[in-house]
């Protein structure tokens, strides 16, 4: 593929990613609310079924039990489903399709059954969207046994992750922070690379203090660590990519490396993604901590349209920043 100098956006990525793996498996197929003729709300699916026709990118109707439930029975019958909620909010009614069929039914089977399924969901806030537009709500899949979790923070990553999760045997939930949709370009040479899930990626090397994360955290992260590296901190920070199962071993490293750990997510603090490896960071790694394991999360409440109060609710660089010196200072 050509592309321009410039490189892509997360959405083009996206969407040449589908394209590519539909055009190298007849099993791929993409189901979900408007996903055709409109090409999806935010595009990722855009000329799909001009391309492929209706067959293999099908509108369904306004029922998230339908798209979950059509696209786990597909699997089951050897095709590979690329389910789209239109947002990560409107999943909570296919929940339990999601949890109780597709994440057991390997296990539930023996092994006889596979569910290849992908799970896409935009998610996330700072677009001033309210409630039913803006949840970060990974951690309550990341929960569940047989469910694999990720969430890209790159153009590069979004296409390699993709690509991994359609080959997958077992289901995934793949979270796209709107946001990053179109925020930046990368230089994406390789179109054929698969990147493993499980694998968390060295955004930057530093040696005082972590910051591990995902998502848009590796975005604040950056902007905090470009202060404090002007004020002589040199910032860390690991983007995690999967967040289950998260590379422990990746993390282990960071640890050791650094012995100040801050942990950074937009979704609600309590309870969190941060919370487990935090847990997993004291268990297992405490004799290498230097300090206490810091969190980030947004404020346990949920988001409102108002773009004062979001900013508010939500993380920021600046806060970012100040925790990470708070940590240095140890």
């Not at 001009?50 to 990118?57: I, K, L």
């Not at 153009?155 to 925020?183: M, N, Q, S, T, W």
Request: glycine fraction near 10%; aromatic fraction near 6%; charged fraction near 20%.
């Amino acid at each position: 593929m050509t592309e321009p100098v410039a490189g892509r956006t997360m959405v083009q990525v996206l969407n040449d990613t589908l394209r590519a793996e539909m055009a190298r498996d007849p099993g791929v197929v993409v189901l979900g609310q408007d996903v055709g003729l409109k090409g999806g709300v935010f595009k990722v699916t855009a000329g799909l079924q001009a391309e492929f026709g209706r067959m293999r990118v099908l509108d369904t109707p306004i029922s998230e039990i339908v798209i979950a439930g059509a696209a786990i029975g597909a699997a089951m019958m050897g095709l590979r489903p690329v389910a789209e909620f239109q947002f990560a909010d409107y999943m909570h009614p296919a929940y339990d399709q999601i949890v109780n069929q597709a994440a057991t039914m390997r296990w539930r089977s023996v092994g006889a059954w596979s569910v290849p399924v992908v799970f896409r969901a935009p998610c996330g806030g700072g677009v001033r969207g309210g409630v039913y537009h803006s949840q970060s709500i990974e951690a309550l899949y990341g929960h569940i046994p047989g469910l694999r979790v990720v969430v890209p923070a790159t153009p590069r990553d979004a296409g390699g992750l993709l690509r991994a999760a359609i080959r997958d045997d077992d289901p995934v939930v793949f979270f796209e922070h709107k946001a990053l949709y179109r925020r930046g370009r990368e230089l994406v040479t390789d179109d054929s690379e698969v990147i493993p899930l499980g694998v968390a990626r060295l955004d930057r090397p530093g040696g005082d203090v972590s910051v591990i994360t995902y998502g848009m955290g590796v975005h604040l992260a950056r902007q905090a660590a470009e202060r404090c590296a002007a004020e002589g901190v040199e910032t860390e920070i690991l983007d995690l990519r999967t967040i289950s199962p998260f590379d422990r071993e990746a993390v282990a490293r960071s640890v050791a490396r650094t012995g100040k750990v801050l942990l950074l997510h937009e979704a609600n603090r309590t309870m969190g993604p941060a919370a487990e490896i935090a847990a997993f960071i004291a268990e297992e790694l405490f004799t290498d901590l230097d300090a206490p394991v810091l969190r980030i999360g947004a404020d346990d409440c949920h988001l409102p349209y108002n773009a004062p109060e979001e900013a508010a609710i939500l993380p920021d660089a600046g806060g970012v920043a100040e925790a990470i010196h708070r940590l240095a200072a140890y």
